[in-house]
């Protein structure tokens, strides 16, 4: 089975632009969750979708925002971008409640 | 807070010499509680898994970890490791309730050969 994927795998914006960032769920798996990781805070949760509802949500600004489509696919978009947006964004998904996270390889953004 | 304390930020270690990582999480409700780990340019992979039964869990590449319930515990351990066991290890603790990860701040193993 292939694993979660992500794209772009790099990305460099300016401050005030917003960027968009896909995950593609492993087959069969209808939950993702995001993360943002950096030096400074680690790993930090995001969001968590499942049948296109977003069921939690992190203490991010309303400036970070994402949905799920049918297909279990994932966006999460960042608007008017910070120099402090710069990160590791993870995606992850699992099949159901009692199965582990999977991690997709993240997409790296660098704000300038 | 939910929170999930790691001991070490940075471990060095000798070839065939033991690994204890400490790891703490604050919350005493039912658990699910993982370690994860990043090797150097590779994304974040699953070593081991808790969810409930015996406490002590094995992983893949030899590691293991167990539960201790009364003291908040999961430390991960391996008898020896390996020089390509360099890595950054993070242990995650998941609530029954909802899906978020909370992630200790990670330590970062160095193996010299």
């Known amino acids: 089975k292939a694993g979660v994927t992500q794209t772009p795998r790099y990305l460099i914006k300016t401050r005030g632009q917003q960027v968009t960032l896909s995950c593609s769920p492993i087959?069969?798996?209808?939950?993702v969750s995001w993360y943002q990781q950096t030096p400074g805070q680690g790993l930090q949760f995001l969001f968590e979708?499942?049948?296109?509802?977003?069921?939690n949500k992190g203490n991010f600004p309303g400036r970070f925002s994402g949905r799920q489509f049918s297909n279990s696919r994932s966006e999460m978009n960042v608007s008017t971008l910070e120099l402090g947006d710069s990160a590791l964004y993870l995606c992850?998904?699992?099949?159901?409640?009692?199965?582990?996270?999977?991690f997709g390889p993240g997409t790296r953004l660098t704000v300038l | 807070a939910q929170s999930v304390s790691q001991h070490n930020h940075h471990v060095i270690l000798s070839e065939a010499a033991s690994l204890e990582l400490g790891c703490n999480y604050s919350?005493?409700?039912?658990?699910?509680l993982f370690w994860y780990v990043q090797y150097p340019g590779q994304h974040l992979q699953l070593l081991l898994k808790?969810?409930?039964?015996?406490?002590l869990v094995k992983g893949i590449k030899g590691f293991e970890a167990e539960f201790i319930k009364s003291k908040f515990s999961f430390n991960l351990r391996k008898p020896s490791v390996q020089w390509s066991d360099t890595a950054e290890y993070f242990c995650?603790?998941?609530?029954?309730?909802?899906?978020?990860?909370?992630f200790g701040q990670g330590t970062t193993l160095q193996v010299k050969p």
């Open positions: 995650a603790y998941g609530s029954s309730n909802t899906g978020k990860l909370i």
């Open positions: 979708y499942f049948s296109e509802t977003q069921r």
């Open positions: 919350y005493g409700g039912t658990v699910n």
């Open positions: 992850a998904s699992r099949t159901e409640s009692v199965s582990p996270w999977l």
């Open positions: 087959s069969g798996h209808r939950s």
């Open positions: 808790y969810f409930s039964g015996d406490p």
